[in-house]
């Protein structure tokens, strides 16, 4: 069974670093693209990052020249270095993969979350 875990948020001061990491296992034969979420209380859940396979990156406005994204395939890992950290980047990260397994084919996961606080 795929797992997708995030860690590595925490509470940081404003202008601060903090590096969230995602864990894929599982059965996996390949992950294809892989994408951060966040999301404030209330409020729709919205793209920060996103790479694909071949490592090619995309991001949103607020997180350019901010937040870099990047990928380990050998251990399936995908990582979100965020420096220069706002009040408002505050929210619960999220890691979304789509993977292809050999229990269920190509499927996109979603983890838990990992809550980043930024303090004034």
């Known amino acids: 069974q795929v797992q997708v875990v995030e860690s590595g948020g925490g509470l940081v001061q404003a202008g601060g670093s903090l590096r969230l990491s995602c864990a894929a296992s599982?059965?996996?034969?390949?992950?294809?693209?892989v994408a951060w979420h966040r999301q404030v209380l209330g409020k729709q859940r919205e793209l920060v990052a996103g790479?694909?396979?071949?490592?090619?990156?995309n991001y949103a406005d607020s997180a350019k020249g901010r937040f870099t994204i990047s990928r380990d395939n050998r251990k399936n890992m995908v990582y979100l270095q965020m420096n220069s950290l706002k009040p408002d980047d505050t929210a619960v990260y999220y890691c979304?993969?789509?993977?292809?397994?050999?229990?269920?084919?190509?499927?996109?996961?979603w983890g838990q979350g990992t809550q980043v606080t930024v303090s004034s």
């Open positions: 979304n993969a789509l993977i292809y397994s050999g229990d269920s084919g190509l499927k996109t996961y």
């Open positions: 790479i694909t396979s071949g490592g090619s990156t």
């Open positions: 599982g059965s996996i034969i390949s992950i294809n693209a």
